[in-house]
């Protein structure tokens, strides 16, 4: 029988103290607590359409700028996503998605090889949304990107609302890494991998 892939993850330092537990093989359930509603509303969105639950509580010192909170999300459920993967075998690796939200398309483009890297290729033509720093969205997927071991290609191809701009990232992360953590079938337990091991390999 399979392990159950899920993990806890804790973060502390002098500027954040978060928790975070995913399964992946989950239903897309969520509770998700930052103190920062904007980036609440993108990791719900995360949750739900990847099919990981996400349980995240994060304190942080949001008296100064919600930057420390923001990138420290990215960090502790990515390491939680990696711990929850192992070594990866008998995961299907790539993914990818296109996804139309009323005037704007992304593209998101994955593969989970432990050897993170992040294109990112979008602009958000609002600074801010809400009390949210729109800046912090890149700095969010270059956590998650780099903790996770995700090469991760993000690319806008057109739009004007911020808003969905930036949902349309979040959900795109969400339906290709749904594509590349399921398990595939016809290679039970085998690395995706001529090198038999993911990392450095190709």
Same mark, same amino acid.
């Given at each position: 029988?399979?392990?159950?892939?899920?993990?806890?993850?804790?973060r502390?330092?002098?500027?954040?103290?978060i928790?975070?537990t #995913?399964? @992946? =093989?989950? $239903?897309? /359930?969520?509770?998700?607590?930052?103190?920062?509603g904007f980036?609440?509303?993108?990791?719900? +969105?995360?949750?739900?359409?990847?099919?990981?639950?996400?349980?995240l509580?994060?304190?942080g010192?949001?008296?100064?700028?919600?930057h420390?909170?923001?990138?420290?999300?990215?960090?502790?459920?990515g390491?939680?996503?990696?711990?929850?993967?192992?070594?990866?075998?008998?995961?299907a690796?790539?993914?990818?998605?296109t996804?139309p939200?009323d005037?704007?398309?992304t593209r #998101?483009? @994955? =593969?989970? $090889?432990? /050897?993170p890297y992040?294109?990112?290729?979008v602009?958000?033509?609002?600074?801010?949304l809400? +009390?949210f720093?729109?800046?912090?969205v890149k700095?969010?997927?270059q956590?998650?990107?780099q903790?996770?071991?995700?090469?991760?290609h993000?690319?806008t191809?057109?739009?004007?609302?911020s808003?969905h701009i930036v949902?349309?990232?979040?959900?795109?992360?969400a339906?290709?890494?749904r594509q590349?953590?399921?398990?595939?079938?016809?290679?039970?337990?085998?690395v995706?991998s001529?090198k038999g091991?993911?990392?450095?390999s190709?």
């Amino acid at each position: 029988m399979r392990a159950p892939r899920t993990a806890t993850v804790e973060r502390t330092t002098r500027e954040t103290r978060i928790t975070a537990t #995913v399964n @992946l =093989d989950g $239903s897309g /359930r969520y509770a998700v607590a930052t103190g920062i509603g904007f980036l609440d509303h993108m990791l719900e +969105q995360l949750a739900r359409h990847s099919l990981i639950d996400l349980e995240l509580k994060a304190e942080g010192d949001l008296h100064i700028d919600f930057h420390h909170t923001t990138e420290d999300t990215g960090i502790t459920i990515g390491q939680a996503v990696a711990k929850a993967l192992g070594d990866r075998a008998g995961i299907a690796r790539y993914g990818t998605a296109t996804i139309p939200m009323d005037e704007t398309c992304t593209r #998101v483009a @994955l =593969d989970a $090889s432990n /050897r993170p890297y992040l294109i990112w290729r979008v602009e958000v033509p609002k600074p801010k949304l809400g +009390q949210f720093d729109t800046e912090l969205v890149k700095e969010w997927f270059q956590a998650f990107a780099q903790a996770a071991g995700l090469t991760l290609h993000v690319e806008t191809l057109y739009g004007t609302n911020s808003h969905h701009i930036v949902e349309s990232c979040f959900k795109g992360l969400a339906r290709s890494l749904r594509q590349a953590i399921e398990l595939d079938p016809r290679s039970p337990g085998a690395v995706p991998s001529t090198k038999g091991t993911l990392g450095d390999s190709l």
